[in-house]
T-cell receptor, first 114, second 112 residues
Framework: NAGVMQNPRHLVRRRGQEARLRCSPMKGHSHVYWYRQLPEEGLKFMVYLQKENIIDESGMPKERFSAEFPKEGPSILRIQQVVRGDSAAYFC????????????FGPGTRLTVT | GDSVTQMEGPVTLSEEAFLTINCTYT??????LFWYVQYPGEGLQLLLK?????DKGSNKGFEATYRKETTSFHLEKGSVQVSDSAVYFC???????????FGKGTMLLVSP
């Protein structure tokens, strides 16, 4: 049973470009969460999605950030017009419907904005 | 709101030493508590969990007991190995609501 998959593992973008981060949940998991880890910080919740629905986006910055989890395909976290402060590790986690708080994490995407 | 406080690192130990990483929490209700481990360059792995007061989670020689009276979930291991060097995160979550709240993490460095 493959774990949570994220790609790319490393992403370099210049200021003003768009970054797209992908996450494929574990088989049988229909809930996806995105977290951001800034250097020497813990993980901060960004958004919680189920298929075709955003359930909680209270941790998502109001501008430039968006997320989706379509009926088919991976979940996407999109950051438009990236700035240096967006440089961080972005982790995706998934959980089965029955135990939403038991989350399994992907290896993360490390975004560097130059 | 919920919060998790961990002891600051790095914690530096020699191989076979005893490990304690302190974790305390503030939360409403009865959260479940977790320890995650992050090896260099990798994502977080669930190390152990406890879902109610007095539960003891254990895995790979690590253990932690859910202490409601002291709102604590300290991580312990009797004899650490070099391969245990990693960052350890304490976290809490509520059944029925899926956001996890993490502490800042504690780096553990074990030398031979």
């Amino acid at each position: 049973n493959a774990g949570v998959m994220q790609n790319p593992r490393h992403l370099v973008r210049r200021r003003g470009q768009e970054a797209r981060l992908r996450c494929s949940p574990m088989k049988g998991h229909s809930h996806v969460y995105w977290y951001r880890q800034l250097p020497e910080e813990g993980l901060k919740f960004m958004v919680y999605l189920q298929k075709e629905n955003i359930i909680d986006e209270s941790g998502m910055p109001k501008e430039r950030f968006s997320a989706e989890f379509p009926k088919e395909g991976p979940s996407i976290l999109r950051i438009q017009q990236v700035v240096r402060g967006d440089s961080a590790a972005y982790f995706c986690a998934s959980s089965p419907p029955s135990e939403g708080y038991e989350q399994y994490f992907g290896p993360g995407t490390r975004l560097t904005v130059t | 709101g919920d919060s998790v406080t961990q002891m600051e690192g790095p914690v530096t130990l020699s191989e076979e030493a005893f490990l304690t990483i302190n974790c305390t929490y503030t939360a409403t209700g009865y959260p479940s508590l977790f320890w995650y481990v992050q090896y260099p360059g990798e994502g977080l792995q669930l190390l152990l969990k406890a879902t109610k007061a007095d539960d003891k989670g254990s895995n790979k020689g690590f253990e932690a007991t859910y202490r409601k009276e002291t709102t604590s979930f300290h991580l312990e291991k009797g004899s650490v190995q070099v391969s245990d060097s990693a960052v350890y995160f304490c976290a809490l979550g509520h059944s029925g609501y899926s956001t996890l709240t993490f502490g800042k993490g504690t780096m553990l460095l074990v030398s031979p």
